[in-house]
Protein backbone atom coordinates (compact mmCIF):
# COMPACT_ATOMS: atom_id res chain seq x y z
CA UNK A 1 0.00 0.00 0.00
CA UNK A 2 1.70 3.40 -0.96
CA UNK A 3 1.45 5.74 1.84
CA UNK A 4 1.28 9.35 1.99
CA UNK A 5 3.89 11.74 3.43
CA UNK A 6 1.56 12.48 6.53
CA UNK A 7 3.16 16.34 6.88
CA UNK A 8 1.40 17.24 3.98
CA UNK A 9 -2.08 16.97 6.45
CA UNK A 10 -0.54 19.38 8.25
CA UNK A 11 -0.72 21.88 5.91
CA UNK A 12 -3.16 24.86 5.66
CA UNK A 13 -4.79 24.60 1.93
CA UNK A 14 -4.22 27.79 1.28
CA UNK A 15 -7.13 29.55 -0.24
CA UNK A 16 -6.28 32.88 -0.41
CA UNK A 17 -5.84 33.51 -3.97
CA UNK A 18 -8.48 30.85 -4.66
CA UNK A 19 -11.16 32.98 -2.18
CA UNK A 20 -9.81 36.28 -3.57
CA UNK A 21 -11.06 34.42 -7.26
CA UNK A 22 -14.13 33.44 -5.87
CA UNK A 23 -15.03 37.06 -4.73
CA UNK A 24 -13.40 38.83 -7.62
CA UNK A 25 -15.99 36.16 -10.03
CA UNK A 26 -18.93 37.12 -7.55
CA UNK A 27 -18.05 40.71 -8.02
CA UNK A 28 -17.76 40.49 -11.79
CA UNK A 29 -21.12 38.39 -11.93
CA UNK A 30 -23.15 41.20 -10.36
CA UNK A 31 -21.28 43.94 -12.17
CA UNK A 32 -20.70 42.91 -15.23
CA UNK A 33 -20.44 46.62 -16.74
CA UNK A 34 -18.04 47.70 -14.07
CA UNK A 35 -14.09 46.47 -15.00
CA UNK A 36 -11.80 45.55 -12.30
CA UNK A 37 -8.21 46.89 -11.59
CA UNK A 38 -5.91 43.99 -10.07
CA UNK A 39 -3.18 45.34 -7.45
CA UNK A 40 -3.22 41.84 -5.93
CA UNK A 41 -1.06 39.37 -7.32
CA UNK A 42 2.46 40.22 -7.27
CA UNK A 43 3.20 39.60 -10.79
CA UNK A 44 4.35 41.50 -13.42
CA UNK A 45 2.72 43.45 -16.60
CA UNK A 46 4.95 44.90 -18.81
CA UNK A 47 6.73 42.94 -21.77
CA UNK A 48 10.28 42.09 -21.26
CA UNK A 49 13.26 44.28 -22.48
CA UNK A 50 14.09 44.91 -25.49
CA UNK A 51 17.91 43.61 -25.17
CA UNK A 52 16.48 40.58 -23.55
CA UNK A 53 13.95 39.70 -26.13
CA UNK A 54 16.83 40.65 -28.96
CA UNK A 55 19.49 37.96 -27.02
CA UNK A 56 16.24 35.64 -27.13
CA UNK A 57 16.03 35.74 -30.51
CA UNK A 58 19.58 35.18 -31.80
CA UNK A 59 19.60 32.45 -28.85
CA UNK A 60 16.83 30.61 -30.87
CA UNK A 61 18.25 31.30 -34.27
CA UNK A 62 21.53 29.08 -32.81
CA UNK A 63 19.17 26.11 -31.66
CA UNK A 64 18.28 26.16 -35.25
CA UNK A 65 21.30 25.45 -36.77
CA UNK A 66 23.23 21.96 -36.27
CA UNK A 67 26.66 24.28 -36.02
CA UNK A 68 25.39 26.67 -33.06
CA UNK A 69 22.37 23.81 -31.50
CA UNK A 70 23.57 23.03 -27.51
CA UNK A 71 21.41 20.45 -25.79
CA UNK A 72 22.05 19.97 -21.85
CA UNK A 73 24.19 23.05 -20.88
CA UNK A 74 26.28 22.70 -17.36
CA UNK A 75 23.39 22.05 -14.16
CA UNK A 76 25.17 25.18 -12.28
CA UNK A 77 24.23 27.31 -15.41
CA UNK A 78 26.73 28.67 -18.14
CA UNK A 79 29.76 30.43 -17.39
CA UNK A 80 28.78 33.45 -19.71
CA UNK A 81 26.27 34.18 -17.09
CA UNK A 82 27.33 33.13 -13.86
CA UNK A 83 30.34 35.19 -14.36
CA UNK A 84 28.40 38.28 -14.99
CA UNK A 85 26.34 38.16 -12.44
CA UNK A 86 29.42 37.27 -10.10
CA UNK A 87 30.99 40.84 -11.39
CA UNK A 88 27.99 42.65 -11.89
CA UNK A 89 25.71 41.76 -9.42
CA UNK A 90 28.23 41.55 -6.08
CA UNK A 91 32.14 42.17 -6.76
CA UNK A 92 30.71 45.63 -8.32
CA UNK A 93 28.74 46.93 -4.85
CA UNK A 94 32.15 45.30 -3.18
CA UNK A 95 30.77 41.86 -2.20
CA UNK A 96 33.52 38.78 -2.76
CA UNK A 97 31.44 36.31 -4.83
CA UNK A 98 33.13 33.72 -7.30
CA UNK A 99 31.39 32.78 -10.47
CA UNK A 100 31.47 29.09 -9.15
CA UNK A 101 29.57 30.39 -6.43
CA UNK A 102 26.38 31.28 -8.09
CA UNK A 103 23.74 28.39 -9.43
CA UNK A 104 21.76 29.70 -12.40
CA UNK A 105 18.14 27.79 -11.81
CA UNK A 106 14.49 28.45 -12.94
CA UNK A 107 13.25 30.39 -10.06
CA UNK A 108 14.05 31.86 -6.27
CA UNK A 109 11.00 29.92 -5.21
CA UNK A 110 12.12 26.81 -6.10
CA UNK A 111 15.61 27.36 -4.69
CA UNK A 112 14.37 29.01 -1.39
CA UNK A 113 11.67 25.83 -1.20
CA UNK A 114 14.11 23.67 -1.89
CA UNK A 115 17.00 24.62 0.35
CA UNK A 116 15.94 23.22 3.38
CA UNK A 117 16.47 19.91 1.87
CA UNK A 118 20.08 20.01 3.10
CA UNK A 119 19.99 20.00 6.86
CA UNK A 120 18.58 17.77 9.83
CA UNK A 121 14.93 17.48 10.39
CA UNK A 122 15.12 18.48 14.08
CA UNK A 123 16.89 21.75 13.77
CA UNK A 124 15.08 24.94 14.47
CA UNK A 125 13.71 26.88 11.90
CA UNK A 126 12.95 30.61 12.58
CA UNK A 127 10.83 32.26 10.35
CA UNK A 128 9.24 35.58 9.75
CA UNK A 129 5.51 37.13 10.31
CA UNK A 130 4.01 38.02 7.94
CA UNK A 131 5.86 36.27 5.05
CA UNK A 132 6.62 35.05 1.88
CA UNK A 133 4.49 31.49 2.51
CA UNK A 134 7.14 28.85 0.66
CA UNK A 135 9.32 29.01 3.33
CA UNK A 136 7.04 27.81 6.02
CA UNK A 137 5.14 25.31 4.01
CA UNK A 138 8.27 23.84 2.53
CA UNK A 139 9.53 22.72 6.48
CA UNK A 140 6.36 21.78 7.11
CA UNK A 141 6.52 19.45 4.08
CA UNK A 142 9.81 18.09 5.55
CA UNK A 143 8.07 17.41 8.75
CA UNK A 144 10.01 20.18 10.82
CA UNK A 145 6.81 21.14 12.40
CA UNK A 146 3.74 20.12 15.12
CA UNK A 147 0.53 20.60 13.92
CA UNK A 148 -1.24 23.99 12.90
CA UNK A 149 -2.48 25.91 15.94
CA UNK A 150 -4.62 28.79 16.57
CA UNK A 151 -2.81 30.42 12.98
CA UNK A 152 0.75 29.15 13.18
CA UNK A 153 2.73 25.37 13.30
CA UNK A 154 4.13 24.08 16.69
CA UNK A 155 7.72 24.37 16.36
CA UNK A 156 8.77 26.91 14.18
CA UNK A 157 9.99 30.42 15.42
CA UNK A 158 7.79 33.21 14.65
CA UNK A 159 9.67 36.29 14.09
CA UNK A 160 7.31 38.80 14.32
CA UNK A 161 7.34 41.73 11.56
CA UNK A 162 4.69 44.62 13.30
CA UNK A 163 4.63 48.14 13.60
CA UNK A 164 6.70 48.41 16.86
CA UNK A 165 9.94 46.83 14.99
CA UNK A 166 9.18 48.93 11.50
CA UNK A 167 8.39 45.37 10.52
CA UNK A 168 12.14 44.47 10.70
CA UNK A 169 11.96 41.74 13.01
CA UNK A 170 13.89 41.07 16.29
CA UNK A 171 16.64 38.50 16.88
CA UNK A 172 14.92 35.60 18.51
CA UNK A 173 14.89 34.72 22.01
CA UNK A 174 15.56 30.93 21.93
CA UNK A 175 18.76 29.67 19.61
CA UNK A 176 17.37 29.09 16.04
CA UNK A 177 19.76 26.94 13.24
CA UNK A 178 17.90 28.31 10.40
CA UNK A 179 16.63 31.79 9.73
CA UNK A 180 15.09 33.59 6.98
CA UNK A 181 14.66 36.58 5.65
CA UNK A 182 13.57 38.85 2.87
CA UNK A 183 14.58 42.48 2.30
CA UNK A 184 12.70 43.80 0.35
CA UNK A 185 9.99 42.13 2.02
CA UNK A 186 6.87 40.67 0.45
CA UNK A 187 4.44 41.47 1.53
CA UNK A 188 5.52 44.11 3.69
CA UNK A 189 7.52 45.79 1.44
CA UNK A 190 10.14 46.99 4.13
CA UNK A 191 13.96 47.29 3.70
CA UNK A 192 16.66 46.62 6.44
CA UNK A 193 19.93 48.71 6.84
CA UNK A 194 23.52 47.21 6.59
CA UNK A 195 23.51 47.64 10.53
CA UNK A 196 20.34 45.32 11.21
CA UNK A 197 21.86 43.24 8.83
CA UNK A 198 25.31 42.71 10.78
CA UNK A 199 23.09 41.97 13.61
CA UNK A 200 21.34 38.54 11.68
CA UNK A 201 24.88 38.14 10.25
CA UNK A 202 27.06 38.14 14.15
CA UNK A 203 24.01 36.53 15.58
CA UNK A 204 24.57 33.47 13.05
CA UNK A 205 27.71 33.46 12.96
CA UNK A 206 27.68 33.30 16.96
CA UNK A 207 25.21 30.57 16.62
CA UNK A 208 26.74 28.38 14.07
CA UNK A 209 23.25 29.08 12.09
CA UNK A 210 22.88 29.66 8.56
CA UNK A 211 20.72 32.63 6.96
CA UNK A 212 18.70 32.26 3.93
CA UNK A 213 18.51 35.67 2.30
CA UNK A 214 15.89 36.59 -0.44
CA UNK A 215 16.52 38.95 -2.67
CA UNK A 216 14.08 38.90 -4.90
CA UNK A 217 13.33 42.50 -4.88
CA UNK A 218 16.87 43.90 -4.48
CA UNK A 219 16.29 46.17 -7.93
CA UNK A 220 14.19 48.20 -5.98
CA UNK A 221 16.76 49.54 -3.87
CA UNK A 222 17.30 52.68 -5.31
CA UNK A 223 18.63 54.23 -1.96
CA UNK A 224 22.26 53.69 -2.01
CA UNK A 225 22.65 53.63 1.85
CA UNK A 226 20.48 50.54 1.78
CA UNK A 227 21.93 46.82 0.99
CA UNK A 228 20.87 45.20 -1.71
CA UNK A 229 22.90 41.68 -1.07
CA UNK A 230 23.80 40.00 2.33
CA UNK A 231 26.79 40.23 0.81
CA UNK A 232 27.69 43.71 1.41
CA UNK A 233 27.58 43.00 5.45
CA UNK A 234 31.31 41.71 7.13
CA UNK A 235 30.88 37.74 7.96
CA UNK A 236 28.44 37.30 5.78
CA UNK A 237 30.10 34.81 3.33
CA UNK A 238 30.21 32.49 6.58
CA UNK A 239 26.63 32.44 7.34
CA UNK A 240 24.06 33.34 4.46
CA UNK A 241 22.73 31.80 0.80
CA UNK A 242 21.33 34.87 -1.38
CA UNK A 243 18.02 34.32 -3.35
CA UNK A 244 18.35 36.18 -6.63
CA UNK A 245 16.10 36.05 -9.37
CA UNK A 246 15.13 38.11 -12.84
CA UNK A 247 11.11 37.52 -12.06
CA UNK A 248 11.04 40.88 -11.07
CA UNK A 249 13.93 42.58 -11.82
CA UNK A 250 13.34 42.19 -15.56
CA UNK A 251 10.35 40.57 -16.34
CA UNK A 252 11.31 37.10 -15.93
CA UNK A 253 7.92 35.51 -14.41
CA UNK A 254 7.05 33.25 -17.44
CA UNK A 255 10.15 33.24 -18.69
CA UNK A 256 11.89 31.29 -15.67
CA UNK A 257 15.27 32.18 -14.63
CA UNK A 258 17.24 33.25 -11.39
CA UNK A 259 19.94 32.48 -9.66
CA UNK A 260 21.21 31.40 -5.79
CA UNK A 261 24.20 32.22 -4.04
CA UNK A 262 26.18 29.73 -2.24
CA UNK A 263 29.72 30.78 -0.92
CA UNK A 264 32.47 28.40 -0.26
CA UNK A 265 32.70 29.71 3.38
CA UNK A 266 29.13 28.57 4.41
CA UNK A 267 29.56 25.77 6.80
CA UNK A 268 27.16 23.27 8.63
CA UNK A 269 28.01 20.50 10.72
CA UNK A 270 27.31 16.75 11.06
CA UNK A 271 25.85 14.58 14.03
CA UNK A 272 29.20 14.68 15.39
CA UNK A 273 30.29 18.61 15.01
CA UNK A 274 31.89 17.98 11.69
CA UNK A 275 31.74 21.08 9.11
CA UNK A 276 30.65 20.26 6.10
CA UNK A 277 30.87 23.20 3.28
CA UNK A 278 27.54 24.03 2.50
CA UNK A 279 28.06 24.26 -1.37
CA UNK A 280 29.43 20.99 -1.62
CA UNK A 281 26.12 19.99 -0.69
CA UNK A 282 24.26 22.26 -2.93
CA UNK A 283 26.21 21.27 -5.62
CA UNK A 284 25.39 17.90 -5.13
CA UNK A 285 21.66 18.33 -4.73
CA UNK A 286 21.18 20.85 -7.66
CA UNK A 287 23.46 18.29 -10.11
CA UNK A 288 21.52 15.51 -9.10
CA UNK A 289 17.31 17.12 -9.47
CA UNK A 290 18.38 19.92 -11.45
CA UNK A 291 19.36 20.65 -15.16
CA UNK A 292 19.99 23.57 -15.79
CA UNK A 293 17.35 26.34 -17.29
CA UNK A 294 17.49 26.76 -21.29
CA UNK A 295 20.26 28.29 -23.30
CA UNK A 296 18.03 30.96 -24.90
CA UNK A 297 16.56 32.53 -21.32
CA UNK A 298 20.25 31.88 -19.85
CA UNK A 299 21.42 33.92 -22.82
CA UNK A 300 18.14 36.76 -22.83
CA UNK A 301 19.67 37.13 -18.36
CA UNK A 302 22.61 37.67 -19.50
CA UNK A 303 21.77 40.68 -21.98
CA UNK A 304 19.85 42.38 -18.26
CA UNK A 305 24.01 43.28 -17.75
CA UNK A 306 24.60 45.09 -21.23
CA UNK A 307 24.31 48.82 -20.99
CA UNK A 308 20.98 49.01 -23.23
CA UNK A 309 19.71 45.81 -20.40
CA UNK A 310 20.52 47.80 -17.64
CA UNK A 311 19.12 50.96 -18.80
CA UNK A 312 15.98 49.43 -19.38
CA UNK A 313 15.86 46.98 -16.59
CA UNK A 314 15.95 50.31 -14.68
CA UNK A 315 13.31 52.32 -16.54
CA UNK A 316 11.30 48.74 -16.12
CA UNK A 317 11.77 48.92 -12.62
CA UNK A 318 11.21 52.79 -11.89
CA UNK A 319 7.87 52.82 -13.74
CA UNK A 320 6.68 50.15 -10.86
CA UNK A 321 8.37 52.38 -8.43
CA UNK A 322 6.33 55.31 -9.91
CA UNK A 323 3.12 53.58 -9.77
CA UNK A 324 4.29 52.41 -5.80
CA UNK A 325 5.18 56.02 -4.51
CA UNK A 326 1.68 57.44 -6.13
CA UNK A 327 -0.18 54.28 -4.67
CA UNK A 328 1.63 55.35 -0.99
CA UNK A 329 0.92 58.91 -1.21
CA UNK A 330 -2.45 58.68 -1.79
CA UNK A 331 -3.44 55.99 0.97
CA UNK A 332 -0.98 58.07 3.25
CA UNK A 333 -3.15 61.50 2.28
CA UNK A 334 -6.54 59.13 2.81
CA UNK A 335 -5.16 58.64 6.48
CA UNK A 336 -3.78 55.16 6.14
CA UNK A 337 -0.77 53.68 7.50
CA UNK A 338 1.60 52.44 5.27
CA UNK A 339 5.42 51.19 4.92
CA UNK A 340 6.75 49.90 1.85
CA UNK A 341 5.90 51.26 -1.85
CA UNK A 342 9.72 53.27 -1.19
CA UNK A 343 12.56 50.81 -2.73
CA UNK A 344 9.93 48.37 -3.18
CA UNK A 345 7.01 47.35 -5.36
CA UNK A 346 4.76 46.80 -2.33
CA UNK A 347 2.95 49.02 -0.32
CA UNK A 348 1.52 47.58 2.96
CA UNK A 349 -1.55 49.25 4.70
CA UNK A 350 -2.70 49.39 8.10
CA UNK A 351 -6.62 48.78 6.85
CA UNK A 352 -7.60 49.81 10.96
CA UNK A 353 -9.94 46.54 10.23
CA UNK A 354 -10.21 42.98 9.35
CA UNK A 355 -8.14 42.27 6.21
CA UNK A 356 -11.12 40.64 4.02
CA UNK A 357 -13.44 43.21 5.46
CA UNK A 358 -10.98 46.06 4.20
CA UNK A 359 -10.75 44.15 1.06
CA UNK A 360 -14.55 43.75 0.53
CA UNK A 361 -14.83 47.28 0.93
CA UNK A 362 -12.19 47.86 -1.87
CA UNK A 363 -13.53 45.41 -4.62
CA UNK A 364 -17.24 46.03 -3.95
CA UNK A 365 -17.49 49.43 -3.77
CA UNK A 366 -14.04 50.21 -6.10
CA UNK A 367 -14.10 47.49 -8.06
CA UNK A 368 -10.30 46.61 -7.16
CA UNK A 369 -8.30 43.93 -5.77
CA UNK A 370 -5.90 44.00 -3.44
CA UNK A 371 -4.20 40.92 -1.00
CA UNK A 372 -5.69 41.02 2.45
CA UNK A 373 -2.95 40.93 4.48
CA UNK A 374 -4.11 37.79 6.63
CA UNK A 375 -3.07 35.26 4.04
CA UNK A 376 0.62 35.85 5.13
CA UNK A 377 0.84 35.24 8.98
CA UNK A 378 -1.36 35.96 11.98
CA UNK A 379 0.89 39.25 11.99
CA UNK A 380 -1.00 40.27 8.90
CA UNK A 381 -4.24 40.60 10.62
CA UNK A 382 -5.59 44.37 9.81
CA UNK A 383 -3.29 45.06 6.66
CA UNK A 384 -3.47 44.64 3.38
CA UNK A 385 -1.23 44.35 0.60
CA UNK A 386 -1.40 46.76 -2.55
CA UNK A 387 1.39 45.51 -5.43
CA UNK A 388 2.50 48.24 -8.01
CA UNK A 389 2.86 45.89 -10.92
CA UNK A 390 0.79 47.31 -13.31
CA UNK A 391 -0.13 50.31 -15.80
CA UNK A 392 0.28 53.88 -14.40
CA UNK A 393 -2.88 54.25 -15.92
CA UNK A 394 -4.71 51.87 -13.84
CA UNK A 395 -2.85 52.55 -10.79
CA UNK A 396 -4.30 56.16 -10.86
CA UNK A 397 -7.49 54.95 -11.67
CA UNK A 398 -7.50 52.43 -9.03
CA UNK A 399 -6.68 55.10 -6.14
CA UNK A 400 -8.95 57.98 -7.50
CA UNK A 401 -11.79 55.13 -7.45
CA UNK A 402 -10.29 54.29 -3.69
CA UNK A 403 -10.62 57.96 -2.37
CA UNK A 404 -13.82 58.03 -3.04
CA UNK A 405 -15.11 55.38 -1.48
CA UNK A 406 -12.62 55.38 1.88
N1 LIG B 1 10.74 35.24 -3.35
C1 LIG B 1 9.80 36.14 -3.05
C2 LIG B 1 9.89 36.89 -1.77
C3 LIG B 1 8.73 36.36 -3.92
O1 LIG B 1 7.78 37.25 -3.60
C4 LIG B 1 8.66 35.64 -5.13
C5 LIG B 1 7.55 35.81 -6.07
O2 LIG B 1 6.56 36.41 -5.86
C6 LIG B 1 9.65 34.72 -5.39
C7 LIG B 1 10.69 34.55 -4.49
C8 LIG B 1 9.59 33.88 -6.63
O3 LIG B 1 10.55 34.23 -7.54
P1 LIG B 1 10.73 33.39 -8.88
O4 LIG B 1 9.77 33.95 -9.89
O5 LIG B 1 12.16 33.59 -9.25
O6 LIG B 1 10.44 31.95 -8.58
Known amino acids: MIKINENFNKLQASYLFSDIAKRVAA ?17 VTRALPDACIKAFHGAVEEMADDNTFRGYGPEQGYDFLREIIAKEDFQARGAHIEADEVFVSDGA ?3 SGNFQELFATDIKVAIPDPVYPVYIDTNVMAGRTGLW ?11 DATRDNNFVPDLPDSPVDLIYLCFPNNPTGATITADQL ?17 AAYEAFVRDESLPRSVYEVEGAREVAIEFRSFSKTAGFTGTRCACTVVPTDCMAYTEAGEKVSVHSLWNRRH ?8 YPVQRAAEAVYTPQGKAQVRELVSYYLKNAEYIREKMIALGYECTGGENSPYIWIDGKKDSWEFFDTLLNEAGVVCTPGAGFGKCGRGYVRISA ?7 SEAMTRISRVL
Not at 27 to 43: C, E, M, T
Not at 149 to 159: A, E, M, S, T
Not at 209 to 214: C, H, M, R, S
Open 198 to 214: KKWVDYAREQKALILYD
Open 109 to 111: KCD
Open 27 to 43: YQQANPDRDVIKLGIGD
Open 389 to 395: FNSFENV
Open 149 to 159: RDGRYDGIVYL
Open 287 to 294: TTKFNSVS
